[in-house]
Each structure stands twice: as C-alpha cells, then as structure tokens.
C-alpha cells in the first residue's frame, strides 16, 4: 500500500470518528447535546443564579450595566424604574458547571432595559448579554458588575415579553420570551421554528425574586432559560468526509494505472 493511499485511509478513519462523535456541540468553551431531551419537547435547559434589583441610571442605548446603577437603586416597584440585573449559569441540561464549562472557564449574563410602568413591563429597549470567560471570577452580588460583563459574547437578544405571574414584585414570580440576535452561539440556536411554549420566541426565562429583605436589591435568585438549539457543524464535517472518499477513489485509480 502507497503512502498516499495510507494517508486517504487515515483521512477517512478520522472524519469517521468525528462524525461518530459529533452528537456534542462546544462553542465559547461551552459543551451541551443538541440532542438532549428535557421531556418538554426543548433541547437546552439551563438553570441560573442571579441579582436584579430597580434602578433609575439606564442602560438603554449602553446595554451594559455600570456602577451608577446601584448607587441609584429604588425600592422595588417604584414606577418608571428600570430592572437589571446579573448572573451566572450553574447547570446545563442537567451538567453542572464543571460538567459543560471548560475548566476555570465561567458563564455569566446581564440583562436590562425592562422598564416598569404603569400597566406592567415595557421591554421595548430590553436586551440580555451572555457572556464566556476563561477566567472563573465573577461573584453573585449586586457589587459585581465587570467580572459579570467579560469575556466573549456567547449571545444577545432582547425581551418579546417580561411578565408577573404569581405573587408580587417584592416577591414573585416572573415569565419573559426571548429573541436571540447574536453571539458566538447564535447559529447554533433554532431561530426559525416555533418551539412548544415559545410563541415564536427562542428562549424562556422563568424566574424568582425576593425584595422583603432589602426594598432595593434581591435576594441572590434563581432563573430558568430553556430554548431549541441545533448543530452547524455537521455539513463541514460531511463535505471533508467526502474529500476523504474522493481522495482514496484517485488513489485506487491511480494504482489501477500503474
């Protein structure tokens, strides 16, 4: 056998092994199953930890959340206030941090631009950040603001909807849908389809919030964000399996030849 030959039959037997194992799906450091059934019909199930509290410094126009925010903080519920708030991911489709994250690596989000008024939430200038970062240094507390912001753009979008639906604004449970727009990730989330639950939005936050304690600042919450999510990269990986074909079909030509 000539060394071409053995090369093609290498080139195959490797395209093989990574198509065999294409069922993960790693971007930004971040690694979930495109595959993954939640027994709701979604593909990717994150819960969160997270800080929000009102304020009256907005991030509309920024989307970024500085320190002038806290320091004008309100009483939860006063009206014209604007929600914001940061965390970080601690599951994915059922893996903890350490399960889905690259080691030392964190995921984390901010959010705002959900203004409060007086027939409920306008989310007409709301907008989510997510954010992967090879250094594991952010810290839930509303004190935090960079190490929340840094690293890549994982992914962006804004609120189809931010709603109340048990409780109080004090403490509470809410609802918001959301559109994707950007990110390293944004290829990889279905965007076209209309998943059950969605309404035609990509992602689903539910989530808690408690100001009993503090009439400013929430207690540290929790948040669950479930959407579709698809996998880009097989075409690429057939096409290269194909050359592989291609390349060991001249070679048995050319042998043939000799």
Same mark, same amino acid.
Do not use: H
């Given at each position: ?5 053995? /090369?093609? *039959? ?14 993960? *799906? ?64 601690? /599951? ?103 998943? *059950?639950? /969605? ?27 479930? $959407? ?18 291609? $390349? ?9 030849? /000799?």
């Amino acid at each position: 056998m000539n060394k071409f030959t053995k /090369l093609a *039959i290498a080139a195959i037997v490797g395209m093989s092994s990574v198509v065999a194992n294409a069922g993960e *799906i790693t971007v930004g450091g971040v690694s979930w199953d495109p595959d993954f059934d939640d027994g709701f019909s979604m593909d990717f199930g994150a819960t969160t930890s997270f800080q929000q509290w009102f304020t009256t410094s907005s991030t509309i126009g920024t989307e970024e959340i500085v320190l002038a925010t806290a320091d004008n903080a309100v009483n939860a519920g006063t009206a014209g206030s604007e929600l914001v708030g940061v965390g970080e991911f601690n /599951l994915l489709n059922g893996l903890d941090n350490t399960g889905f994250l690259c080691a030392g690596c964190e995921l984390t989000f901010a959010f705002g631009g959900i203004v409060l008024g007086a027939g409920g939430f306008d989310v007409t200038d709301s907008w989510i950040k997510i954010f992967s970062d090879s250094s594991a240094d952010f810290v839930t507390s509303v004190g935090d603001f960079v190490d929340a912001q840094d690293g890549q753009l994982w992914l962006t979008g804004a609120f189809d909807s931010f709603n109340l639906i048990s409780g109080t604004i004090q403490s509470g449970f809410a609802e918001g849908l959301i559109s994707v727009d950007g990110g390293l990730a944004f290829a990889n989330f279905d965007t076209d389809g209309q998943p *059950i639950g /969605l309404g035609g939005s990509d992602l689903k936050l539910s989530s808690s919030a408690n100001f009993l304690s503090n009439p400013k600042f929430s207690n540290v919450a929790s948040a669950d964000l479930v $959407g579709n999510t698809v996998r880009v990269s097989a075409p690429a990986t057939l096409a290269i399996f194909g050359l592989g074909l291609i $390349g060991l079909g001249a070679s048995a030509r050319r042998r043939k030849s /000799l």
